[in-house]
């Protein structure tokens, strides 16, 4: 069963830019999670979707922004780039029905760098 | 307090010792423990999940769950300079959120 994938794997951007970054989940997986990852911050969770609709939002800004599918992939948004918007973004994949053993599994990531 | 703690690091052992890498979390409806490997530059790869309080064993790695003290740790048997890595310990309240400590990075020496 293929993995997570996410594209694109890199991306430079000049800030006032906006990104649009997408995340193909594992087959059957409906719920998709996006998170920042940052070397001060470490892993910081953006929002979740399940069956086209967001379940759950962190405290990130409005810039920061997401979608999902009817396939589940799903798509970030960010406007007007800033320079700490540089990051790594990550995309997790899991089944989405909750429960104590759901478990989440990682795409390979989006470098964004911001100059 | 942060929701899940982990010890920075680095934390150094030497090739074939035991490393032990623990974390604390603050909620105690969490009900999912997870245990992720990153590599520099890399993505998190899931190594074990843990539920029920005790040892769960797989290969070189072992988890260990005590829900009254609300820790969690990770044993490493026999460690190999392949296991150098950031190690982030992840818990879930059985919703659709997982918390993540900032990782403790594991050096092993040759």
């Known amino acids: 069963k293929a993995g997570v994938t996410q594209t694109p794997r890199y991306l430079i951007k000049t800030r006032g830019q906006q990104v649009t970054l997408s995340c193909s989940p594992i087959?059957?997986?409906?719920?998709v999670s996006w998170y920042q990852q940052t070397p001060g911050q470490g892993l910081q969770f953006l929002f979740e979707y399940f069956s086209e609709t967001q379940r759950n939002k962190g405290n990130f800004p409005g810039r920061f922004s997401g979608r999902q599918f009817s396939n589940s992939r799903s798509e970030m948004n960010v406007s007007t780039l800033e320079l700490g918007d540089s990051a790594l973004y990550l995309c997790?994949?899991?089944?989405?029905?909750?429960?104590?053993?759901?478990?989440?599994?990682f795409g390979p990531g989006t470098r964004l760098l911001v100059l | 307090q942060k929701e899940v703690e982990q010890n920075s690091g680095p934390l150094s052992v030497p090739e074939g010792a035991i490393a032990s890498l623990n974390c604390t979390y603050s909620?105690?409806?969490?009900?999912?423990f997870f245990w992720y490997r990153q590599y520099s530059g890399k993505s998190p790869e899931l190594i074990m999940s843990?539920?029920?309080?005790g040892d769960k064993e797989d290969g070189r790695f072992t988890a260990q769950l005590n829900k009254a003290s609300q820790y969690v740790s990770l044993l490493i048997r026999d460690s190999q300079p392949s296991d150098s890595a950031t190690y982030l310990c992840a818990v879930n309240r059985g919703t659709y959120k997982y918390i993540f400590g900032t990782g403790t990075r594991l050096k092993v020496l040759a």
């Open positions: 997790a994949s899991s089944l989405g029905f909750g429960g104590a053993r759901e478990t989440q599994y």
């Open positions: 087959s059957g997986h409906r719920s």
């Open positions: 909620d105690r409806g969490s009900q999912s």
């Open positions: 843990i539920y029920s309080n």
